[in-house]
């Protein structure tokens, strides 16, 4: 959809909510409505602020008496602010605030399901305000895990999934300065398999690759003393993760996925059985994957990643002893 034609729907929507037939609570959940239907569009920028501008007229005609409609707009314009680009935590203090705000309303007078939602957005948000210094990442992890009781595996698998998802990258955000970062690898990859019991290739595929590359990242860079079992544990999980992630359906996802393959090839001797005997078949595999996610970065535009990878590609060259080569096309 064009910005003009957006445009001209927002203000359709907006005096649509304003005819006089309607009641103040008809217009607030009509713009409500309005609001998420343009969040679930492709989530650009324009859409973005298109569905805030929705969100704060419904808040506006709200009845001061509706508490229940108040708290379920603000804890959605709270998921508008989450998903806005851009630098610094602006919309992200404003998220949590309105998280906050929302929180007690729907606990008392909402569904188990809505406050779990809000929980589990709350505490992506303090994970990512956490990764800025401006959160304690505990308290993210209590948010999720707040979700988490009625977000279960039998009744929601892909939220439940999900959280799993969340939690155990909240692990592994943490720095790896104390005794318990062993356990917190641990507790992580653990969350990862946990999550991938609730979920199938067949019918839950994003989540499933998601869910395959994030448990390799997870055990090929956890300390362990068994790095070639956890190395190999991880080439599966990629594999997995490639039966959904290919070139021509998610290009950068493969590519990213590939990447973190080649990564683990570099560190795994050829023969398991006598490591001393190298790993240089395994570095020309790492080789072929770095070239390919080059150049699927180059041609979707993400220079920065491509950049990384070429140093790692001129890397590679020197210790195979092979000239640099560019990739035509």
């Known amino acids: ?111 188990p399901a809505e406050l779990a939602e809000l929980e589990m957005n709350r505490g992506l948000v303090l994970q990512a305000l956490a990764g800025a210094g401006q959160a304690r990442i505990g308290d993210a992890i209590a948010a999720h895990q707040r979700a988490l009781k009625v977000f279960d595996r039998r009744r929601y698998p892909v939220e439940f999934a999900i959280l799993q998802n ?78 959904v992630r290919t070139p021509e359906t998610a290009p950068l996802e493969y590519a990213n996925t590939i990447a973190n393959k080649a990564n683990c090839l570099c560190n795994l001797p050829d023969d398991a059985a006598d490591p001393e005997a190298g790993n240089r078949a395994n570095l020309a595999r790492a080789r072929d994957c770095y070239e390919t996610a080059r150049f699927i970065f180059e041609a979707h535009g993400d220079l920065e990643k491509a950049g990384i990878v070429a140093g790692v590609l001129a890397e590679l060259d020197a210790a195979l002893g092979a000239p640099a080569r560019g990739r035509e096309g």
């Open 1 to 111: 959809m064009t910005p003009s034609r957006l445009a001209i729907e927002v203000e359709t929507a907006l005096a649509a909510a304003d005819i006089d037939t309607a009641s103040p609570v008809e217009r607030a959940q009509m713009l409500m409505e309005i609001a998420v239907g343009l969040q679930q569009r492709p989530k650009t920028p324009v859409h973005l602020t298109a569905a805030l501008e929705l969100y704060d007229k419904a808040l506006a005609v709200c009845p001061a008496e509706e508490t229940l409609l108040h708290a379920r707009i603000l804890a959605r314009k709270g998921t508008v602010l989450q998903a806005l680009p851009g630098p610094g935590t602006d919309s992200l203090k404003l998220a949590i605030a309105a998280f906050e705000a929302a929180a007690a309303v729907i606990a008392a007078a909402g569904q």
């Open 166 to 243: 969340n939690l155990a990258t909240a692990f592994l955000s943490i720095p790896a300065s104390d005794e318990k970062a062993q356990l917190r690898e641990a507790l992580a990859v653990r969350a990862f398999e946990e999550a991938l019991q609730a979920v199938n290739l067949v019918d839950h595929p994003a989540e499933y690759a998601m869910l395959q590359n994030n448990l390799g990242n997870a055990l090929q860079y956890a300390a362990t003393s068994h790095g070639i079992a956890n190395n190999l544990r991880a080439l599966e999980a990629y594999d997995e993760a490639l039966k």
